[in-house]
């Protein structure tokens, strides 16, 4: 964004969700030179995700629990899906998972992801064969998605949302956490306050539509399929501007990472970095 004044322009540039530098499916982020002051998100700026391990863990989790129950995924659906598909067919294809029924269930997910097929050329996934797999089953209708529930193992299932607040995962996980061979694998970031982070934390039961659902399935979390930049990332990304920046504003990160990454920043010649309070503003150019 550009302000225009008068006698001067100023420039400040909003990261939006960094994207990581060595994404399967997206392609780098954007780097600017040149800013007089930056928002910038700070999800992960007190840790680093290993991208490489990835596929690794998901292969694991898959070749352990397929027989026992059914594993589900509770994913975004811009991104995340897309991702998860790209490993799963990865591995499918290259033969370290056997070929086993992936259901996407979710319809935004599933009309996300024909947005993909559609616009190929934007990403990476053109080059997989994704598209065509006949093991990865969209299911749209609600009929459809209740007879999942059916399922006793052998079967992965995609759905929203991803921290378990809404959406479809929400039928699946009522019929399905008290089941003690069934696998809950978190693929994302869980806010403090949301299920996913309830589960995680080792609540004994979550409530769901209005019921107290006792939690007895078995719940894992990868970390490095996060779409947002790590630690390492988000300095990277910062350290491409030439001139120093006169203001720094850290948003959309928990308390402990905003705190870190303005240390990181810091150390590194940073000035005026702020962590904003709620309605707490500033003045950044007089004149303008």
């Not at 964004?1 to 960094?18: A, P, V």
């Not at 992960?44 to 589900?72: C, F, P, S, W």
């Not at 979710?106 to 990403?123: C, N, R």
């Not at 990277?236 to 203001?247: A, I, R, V």
Request: net charge negative.
């Amino acid at each position: 964004m550009i302000l225009k004044g008068e006698n001067q322009s100023k420039n400040i540039i909003f990261s939006g969700d960094l994207g990581r530098e060595t994404d399967p499916v997206l392609f780098p982020p954007s780097s600017f030179k040149t800013a007089d002051a930056i928002f910038l998100e700070s999800t992960y700026g007190d840790r680093t995700n290993e991208v490489a391990k990835v596929q690794d863990e998901l292969k694991e989790y898959i070749l352990k629990h397929m027989n026992e129950g059914v594993i589900m995924i509770p994913a975004f659906t811009v991104g995340r899906t897309q991702n998860l598909l790209f490993y799963i067919n990865e591995l499918m294809k290259t033969g370290q998972i056997p070929h086993l029924p992936v259901y996407i269930d979710s319809p935004m997910a599933i009309s996300v992801t024909k947005l993909y097929e559609k616009f190929s050329d934007q990403h990476r996934l053109h080059e997989q064969d994704i598209f065509d797999n006949k093991n990865f089953h969209y299911v749209r209708e609600h009929q459809h998605s209740k007879a999942l529930d059916s399922l006793e193992n052998r079967a992965i299932i995609i759905s929203a949302s991803g921290m378990l607040t809404g959406g479809r995962i929400l039928s699946h996980l009522f019929k399905r956490l008290g089941n003690k061979n069934d696998l809950l694998l978190m693929v994302g970031f869980q806010a403090v306050g949301t299920r996913g982070r309830d589960i995680l934390e080792g609540k004994e039961s979550v409530k769901i539509y209005g019921e107290e659902v006792p939690i007895k399935c078995q719940f894992a979390k990868i970390d490095g399929l996060s779409a947002h930049a790590d630690q390492t990332e988000l300095l990277n990304w910062y350290e491409h501007f030439q001139d120093p920046l006169k203001f720094t504003f850290l948003v959309h990160g928990e308390l402990e990472a905003m705190e870190t990454l303005k240390s990181k920043l810091e150390e590194k010649g940073a000035r005026n970095v702020f962590i904003p309070d709620y309605m707490e503003s500033f003045e950044l150019f007089s004149g303008i």
